[in-house]
């Protein structure tokens, strides 16, 4: 006879439903998440040939999208945008406003930081290579949005997008997947304890 012992980590939860729910709670993670972004925005390295500079943006969307769900993701992100294109100076190196011709990658993160969440409720999170192929694909419609807008905005050819803003970001983004595969998995180990 064996018997199931209920643990806090169910599939259909992300790590944010396991504080105790509320409206409250929900619009602090909602600010949170954009607050999160903001800051890991302004971790920022320049890179030679591109007027995009690696930051901690993209991995603070992503982890934001993962922990919080697609719903509560999608508004962070949204948040964050919408008070940058307000003026707000917490896009990369302290930018604000639209008129940016990395403004895409902003764009891309409301889509992937959604699409993530949505993964992560699925129980993407908790598994190392599944949390890895959610990354990734978070990555992937990161720049699938913003190395055509780049492109666009720059009057850049495909291919000079392409090297100026795909290129020189893989390693980092590599790490940054790396490292989620890691952070995540094990937060779902100790909130089973």
Not at 26 to 49: E, H, K, S, Y
């Amino acid at each position: 006879m064996s018997t199931a012992v209920a643990t806090p980590a169910r599939t259909g939860q992300v790590l944010a439903d396991l504080l105790p729910a509320s409206r409250v709670r929900d619009v602090a993670l909602v600010l949170g998440g954009a607050a999160l972004t903001g800051l890991a925005a302004q971790i920022a390295v320049p890179v030679p040939g591109s007027p995009v500079p690696v930051t901690g943006q993209t991995f603070a969307a992503l982890l934001v999208g993962t922990t919080l769900g697609a719903r509560r993701g999608f508004l962070s992100l949204a948040l964050y945008a919408l008070a940058g294109i307000a003026g707000m100076p917490w896009f990369a190196e302290g930018g604000s406003g639209a008129s940016a011709v990395s403004f895409g990658y902003v764009l891309g993160m409301i889509l992937a930081s959604t699409v993530v969440g949505a993964l992560a409720r699925r129980g993407a999170d908790r598994d190392v290579w599944r949390m890895a192929g959610a990354m990734l694909l978070g990555e992937a419609i990161i720049y699938a949005v913003g190395v055509p807008y780049l492109a666009a905005a720059a009057g850049m050819s495909a291919s000079a997008a392409i090297a100026a803003g795909l290129t020189p970001f893989l390693i980092g983004d590599a790490l940054k997947a790396a490292l989620a595969m890691g952070l995540l998995p094990t937060a779902w180990k100790f909130a089973k304890r």
